[in-house]
Structure formats: structure tokens, C-alpha cells
């Protein structure tokens, strides 16, 4: 059936654990949604996080095609500059472009990255990545006067979550994600849409700022806490705006997916300051307090490789040729990133277990690889142990993140739910990739699919 209109409802970070599971029997609309959907875990990419993995959802093309590999980049030849990604570095084709020249509008609110405010067409409200003092943060620009009028004041794309001090951001989350969802609301029933994509960023913050509290088997759980029942008020939240908004669109196919899990985090292993003990980072000064690699005395010329943090390291070798005052020949390149893997790999957590080191070249997962991309990519633990990019701590591992009070990390796989009113949808739990989505909604809006993406429809509606 032509024509369909398609409804995406994005959840950031949400785990099957906690929206399929824990949160479920507190989730009415969530809950009824189910009944009778297509759904199950959905695997995302690599890297899992947010910024490549909304874009490899739209798009259907691996963060290689695209040239993402995080929220910021390594600016080429510079040893600590980076630019931030934005919009404008999303320039493959996404769902709402395949829409358009079948004449179908879109309704994008804070899909990641849409700062500045994505050219589509139909209306956007840029993501979470919009500067405060932002005064064109949506398409059309006089959009905004509406958002603030129903928003009751400027739009709120963002809150501070990594903060010792959670009690007031209690009621900044809330306050946010109300808002987000009742313009959401507003949009969805007023403008003339085919395609509506909102992403609710605020249950990522809830998952790195409040895991610890609700989750007994987390490392650092905090017994009888006062924000013990925060994260279950919040999921009922997302599920009275899950519920308005399937009202406001009576007629449209409901998705629910998230770009990444989430789970507890147990720690930070300092990447840096292993390289520098193992000889591949030079410094003529070892710092004494905690350090980050801007202000660290680094001696580029012996400096063999170099890491940042996040939730998996990037690490770069100083490449002569590439790198200004590049140490390693390119005939050395492959067997220096092959040590270094084998040496990582023989690294153990206290108490002796594995580190659990997965590493990959860019080039042996994408099938094309573009932009400003690492040399090597490496996850800790199955992405339980985050990588710190800072030096000074004397020790590799940290029991708290570097950048931040911090609680939780990503996990591979997230959520994915698909409702049609046509039931054309096999109802039943099924695992999927985040590939799978775009051409998921193109086949639901009635349209072909085309070449080069990496992804299948989830249902047959022939």
C-alpha cells in the first residue's frame, strides 16, 4: 500500500533490559504497542553511539560510508586538534532525501546530527548538539516561534548530566523531556507530515546519570537512595508522550527504536597512560594529577602512538608522512598496530581476568572507509570499561569515569518495535540490526528501496 506515513519514535540508549523488561509493566502504552508488534533487540554499529549510529539508522550505510566515527574528529595532521560532527557531515542520502523526491514531507525534531538545522522537506528542530545561545535552530526559521510558544520559552535541546549535585538535575530532565514531548505532540498533529522522526536524548542522561541508583549489580550501587525510583518516573514519562503521540497519529505505523543500549559502567581503563608505560607515548614530563592530552607534555618526535577516550579508544600512530612529526615508517605501520593490539591484549583487569581487549581496523568492518578516521579502534570488556583519555593517575585503571560523574556505558543492542494499523506486520520478537530500519520505513511509506543499503526491510509488504 502507497502512501503510508510512518511515525519514529527514538529513544536514546534504550536496552531491551530496561524498555522490554524492568520498566515494561510500568509502561502502558509501551506495553500495548507490543501487543501485536514486530519487535526484539536491534544490534547497533560500530562504534555504538549516538553520533555516528542515528545517522547509520537514516541512511542505511555503515559510519564508514559515512565518515563518522564519533562525536568528534581528529583534524588531519594535527596531534590535539579535533573538530566537532555536525549536520554537515551527514551528506549521504537519508530517508527523509528518498522521501522527498517522491514528494513526501518530514518532521525531524532533534535527530542527531541536525545542528545547524538540516535543509529537508517539511521542519526541523536541531538536536542536542545546539549551542544555547543558539537563534536559528530550526527549518523553516520561523518555525521556532511556534516551538517557543508551545514550548513555553526557549527549546531545551540539552541538560548538564555529568554533575556530582543530581538533585537539581531531577528536575531539569523532567522539565526537558515534558517539553520536548509536548511539542512533539503539538507538531504531529498540525503539520502535514509523511515521515516523522523525534529522538528523546534525555533517556541517554538518565542512564549515565542515575544507573547507580536503581541498579543493584552496578559496582558503585547506592542502597536507599532518594533517586532510587528516578529512572522508573522517567520511563513512565516517555510512555505518556509515547502514548499522545500514537494518538496524534492514529493513521501512521509506529516505530520505536533506540541507536544503542546501555548497561552499567564498570570503570575507565586510561589508554594514554598504558601507552606511556609500555613505551608508545613519549612525555618529557610524566604528569602528577590528572592530565588530558592538550595540555600534557608530549615528546612528539619518540612518540610512537597516541589515544583518546570515550567509550571506545581511538588510537592514532605517529605516522611519518602523515603526521608532523610522524616517528613510525609506513613499512612499520601494520606490524607497530599489530604489537600494539598483542600487548593490549595481554593486559588484566585487578583481580587478573581478561581486559577483554576487541580491536579493529577501520578497513577490515566498513566497506568503505571516508573522512578523518583512527587507525585503530578498541573496545574494553565488551564495552563494560570505558576509555579515559587523561594521563596522570598513576594507575590504568579508575573506578569513575575521567570527564565526569558517570554511571552507565553503551551496550550493543538496543530496542526496535513495529506497529502498522494495516497489520501488515508479522507480529513476534526477533532480533535485528540498526541497518534494518531505513529500509524498514521506506518500504512502510510505499517506496522502493534502493541500492547500496546495507540493511532489509523487517516486513513483507508486497
Not at 510500568?26 to 555516528?52: F, Q, W
Not at 549535585?165 to 517539553?179: A, I, K, N, Y
Not at 599489530?338 to 579493529?360: F, T
Not at 577490515?364 to 579515559?388: C, K, Q, T
Request: charged content about 25%.
Amino acid at each position: 500500500m502507497a502512501g503510508e506515513r510512518v511515525m519514529v519514535i527514538g529513544l536514546d540508549s534504550a536496552p531491551p533490559s530496561l524498555a522490554f523488561e524492568r520498566f515494561l509493566p510500568k509502561m502502558p502504552n509501551l506495553s500495548e504497542l507490543l501487543d501485536g508488534a514486530r519487535y526484539g533487540p536491534l544490534r547497533s554499529c560500530h562504534p555504538p553511539i549516538t553520533v555516528p549510529a542515528w545517522a547509520v539508522m537514516a541512511t542505511s550505510l555503515t559510519p564508514g560510508e559515512l565518515g563518522m566515527y564519533g562525536f568528534r574528529h581528529r583534524k588531519p595532521g594535527e596531534y590535539r586538534e579535533y573538530y566537532l560532527v555536525t549536520s554537515r557531515n551527514l551528506t549521504r542520502p537519508a530517508v527523509w532525501d528518498h522521501a522527498a523526491r517522491e514528494g513526501k514531507k518530514a518532521l525531524l525534531i532533534a535527530f542527531p546530527p541536525s545542528y545547524p538545522p538540516l535543509k529537508v522537506q517539511g521542519w526541523v528542530i536541531s538536536d542536542f548538539h545546539t549551542p544555547s545561545t543558539a537563534k536559528n535552530y530550526t527549518h523553516p526559521p520561523w518555525l521556532r516561534l511556534e516551538v517557543e510558544r508551545v514550548a513555553g520559552g526557549p527549546f531545551t535541546h540539552d541538560v548538564e548530566f555529568r554533575v556530582e549535585d543530581r538533585g537539581p538535575l531531577v528536575e531539569r530532565l523532567f522539565e526537558m523531556t515534558s517539553q520536548h514531548l509536548r511539542v512533539a505532540e503539538h507538531l504531529a498533529r498540525t503539520k502535514r507530515w509523511d515521515l516523522m522522526w523525534y529522538v528523546e536524548i534525555g533517556l541517554d542522561r538518565l542512564h549515565h546519570a542515575f544507573w547507580k541508583f536503581f541498579d543493584p549489580s552496578h559496582p558503585r550501587h547506592v542502597p536507599d537512595s532518594e533517586f532510587a525510583d528516578v529512572a522508573e518516573r522517567y520511563y513512565r514519562l516517555l510512555d505518556e508522550g509515547i502514548g499522545r503521540l500514537v494518538q496524534a497519529a492514529k493513521d501512521a505505523s509506529i516505530l520505536v527504536v533506540s541507536d544503542h543500549g546501555a548497561k552499567a559502567m564498570t570503570g575507565a581503563f586510561a589508554i594514554n597512560e598504558w601507552l606511556a608505560d609500555n613505551g608508545y607515548l613519549a612525555l618529557e614530563e610524566r604528569p602528577t594529577e590528572q592530565t588530558g592530552l592538550a595540555k600534557a607534555k608530549v615528546d612528539w618526535d619518540r612518540t610512537v602512538a597516541w589515544g583518546w577516550g570515550g567509550y571506545y579508544s581511538r588510537i592514532f600512530v605517529n605516522l611519518r608522512g602523515r603526521e608532523p612529526r610522524g616517528r613510525v615508517s609506513p613499512e612499520d605501520f601494520e606490524s607497530t598496530l599489530a604489537q600494539l593490539v598483542d600487548d593490549l591484549r595481554r593486559v588484566r583487569v585487578p583481580g587478573g581476568g581478561s581486559l577483554g581487549v576487541e580491536a579493529h581496523r577501520p578497513a577490515e568492518i566498513y566497506p568503505e572507509v571516508r573522512g578523518d578516521a583512527p587507525d585503530l579502534m578498541v573496545y574494553f570488556g565488551d564495552l563494560s570499561w570505558r576509555a579515559a583519555g587523561t594521563m596522570g593517575h598513576g594507575r590504568w585503571f579508575l573506578p569513575e569515569n575521567d570527564t565526569g560523574p558517570d554511571d552507565a556505558v553503551h551496550d550493543w543492542d538496543g530496542i526496535y518495535l513495529i506497529r502498522d494499523p494495516e497489520g501488515r506486520v508479522e507480529p513476534g520478537e526477533l532480533g535485528a540490526t540498526i541497518y534494518d530500519v531505513a529500509p524498514t520505513i521506506l518500504s512502510l511509506m510505499g517506496l522502493g528501496i534502493p541500492d547500496g543499503l546495507r540493511g532489509e526491510p523487517l516486513l513483507d509488504v508486497s
